[in-house]
């Protein structure tokens, strides 16, 4: 059970994604629930994030995955990101320039030092599903 509040862990998510890193392409996104070992990822979807159908990148999509579900490992017990070992997205549906989406994660399993979470985006407006995912990590942090 994390530590942390919301607010606490809306710092950690500023910090992982305002540094010159790949993740700085979530600048535009925010960290809207977080609670234990779940918590929501939120962003207007913008033309630096689309490819050239005006779509959300697939790599984008897996970025905002990754560093959503990163967010739930550090709530659950394990209480520190983890190194990923697979992530397997479905894309479902597109999300289109102007569309506001939620990432909404989970971290499932803790195993020792192996982590595992699902990722939804859900279109906010309507509810679709654009994509689901499963993520595991490894911490390669801990002694």
């Known amino acids: 059970m994390s530590k942390i509040g919301l607010e606490a862990a809306q710092g950690i998510w500023r910090a992982l994604i305002d540094r010159p890193a790949f993740d700085s392409v979530l600048t535009k996104a925010c960290l809207v629930a977080f609670s234990g070992s779940k ?4 962003i207007t979807v913008e033309e630096e994030h689309a490819d050239s159908n005006g779509c959300m990148h697939n790599g984008f ?6 560093v959503t579900s990163q967010m739930s490992f550090m709530g659950s017990e394990l209480q ?15 999300a289109k320039v102007g569309d506001v989406i939620r990432a909404d994660s989970e971290c499932l ?6 982590v595992s979470a699902r990722v939804d985006i859900h279109r906010v407006d309507d509810g679709a599903l654009i994509a689901s995912a499963h993520h595991t990590g490894f911490n390669v942090f801990a002694p």
């Open 39 to 42: 918590c929501s990822s939120q």
């Open 109 to 114: 399993v803790v195993n020792g030092r192996t």
């Open 61 to 66: 999509t897996s970025t905002l995955i990754d």
């Open 80 to 94: 520190m990101p983890a190194v990923s070992t697979d992530l397997s997205v479905s894309f479902l549906r597109p």
